[in-house]
């Protein structure tokens, strides 16, 4: 059994060094989760999302759905 490790990534729209998080996308298909977890903090507590709804969320964030930030 093999256990893959989590890459993780940013928007490049974080530079600025506000509150952002990191996501690693490349567990999303082999294991239906997408970590998440605050990118200032990489020992934080970090958060699984089923592919399905991180992708439902991100579409809402597209089309506005929860306002301006």
């Known amino acids: 059994m093999t256990?893959?490790?989590?890459?993780?990534?940013?928007?490049s729209y974080s530079s600025n060094g506000g509150n952002c998080i990191e996501v690693a996308a490349n567990l999303a298909v082999?294991?239906?989760?997408?970590?998440?977890?605050d990118s200032k903090v990489p020992?934080?507590?970090?958060?699984?999302?089923?592919a399905g709804s991180?992708?439902?969320?991100?579409?809402?964030?597209?089309?506005?759905e929860f306002g301006a930030v």
């Not at 020992?43 to 089923?50: I, M, N, Q």
Request: glycine share 8%; charged share 15%; hydrophobic share 40%.
């Open 3 to 11: 256990t893959e490790s989590p890459r993780w990534f940013k928007s």
């Open 30 to 37: 082999a294991h239906n989760v997408v970590p998440v977890r």
């Open 43 to 50: 020992s934080s507590p970090v958060l699984g999302f089923t």
């Open 54 to 64: 991180f992708t439902s969320f991100v579409a809402g964030v597209k089309a506005g």
